[in-house]
T-cell receptor, first 117, second 119 residues
């Protein structure tokens, strides 16, 4: 398996522009997570999907952020409009959800390094 | 609410020396504990995890960790480090999270410890 695939790997944009990050989870996995990593705040969960349905979006910072999962093999995280404080590394991870009483291994993509000028 | 504390942000150690990376957690109920490693410009990958059973957990690359419930700790150890172990290590705890849409195991990560192996 190719693992979790994220694109682009690097993105430089200007403040106010729309940014779209993409993720292809591991085939067969039914859970998908979007994380943001910064020096100040570490690794934060933004949103969690199970079977393409958003279960927990309490980590999404504000209305400028939105995420979709139209099918089991694709998800997007969109920032519109982008701001310099959105600069971070964004990770997508996937797993096979076994139930609420057990914790499965999450498999991370290589991340998208976003710089908003 | 669950949380993870990694007290050491950086740990320098000479090659072939032993190393311990400290992790303390807090959680209201029984937990699952993890150590992930992040090499430069890569995503995180699982080193080892504790779900239940033996408190000594062995992982990949010669690492092991010991779950200590009374001290709420899950320290990571390796008896002899190699240059290739230079990376950032994250301790994590997962616990049940309930939402209207359903329940899941939410993973909370520590702030990470950078291990620098010195030749």
């Amino acid at each position: 398996d190719a693992g979790v695939i994220q694109s682009p790997r690097h993105e430089v944009t200007e403040m106010g522009q729309e940014v779209t990050l993409r993720c292809k989870p591991i085939s067969g996995h039914n859970s998908l997570f979007w994380y943001r990593q910064t020096m100040m705040r570490g690794l934060e969960l933004l949103i969690y999907f199970n079977n393409n349905v958003p279960i927990d979006d309490s980590g999404m910072p504000e209305d400028r952020f939105s995420a979709k999962m139209p099918n089991a093999s694709f998800s997007t995280l969109k920032i519109q409009p982008s701001e310099p404080r959105d600069s971070a590394v964004y990770f997508c991870a996937s797993s096979w959800h076994l139930g609420v009483s057990t914790s499965e291994t999450q498999y991370f993509g290589p991340g998208t390094r976003l710089l908003v000028l | 609410a669950q949380s993870v504390t990694q007290l050491d942000s950086q740990v320098p150690v000479f090659e072939e020396a032993p190393v311990e990376l400290r992790c303390n957690y807090s959680s209201s109920v029984s937990v699952y504990l993890f150590w992930y490693v992040q090499y430069p410009n890569q995503g995180l990958q699982l080193l080892l995890k504790y779900l239940s059973g033996s408190t000594l957990v062995k992982g990949i690359n010669g690492f092991e960790a010991e779950f200590n419930k009374s001290q709420t700790s899950f320290h990571l150890r390796k008896p002899s480090v190699h240059i290739s172990d230079t990376a950032e290590y994250f301790c994590a705890v997962s616990d049940r999270m309930w939402r209207i849409s359903g329940g899941y195991q939410k993973v909370t990560f520590g702030t990470g410890t950078k291990l620098q192996v010195i030749p």
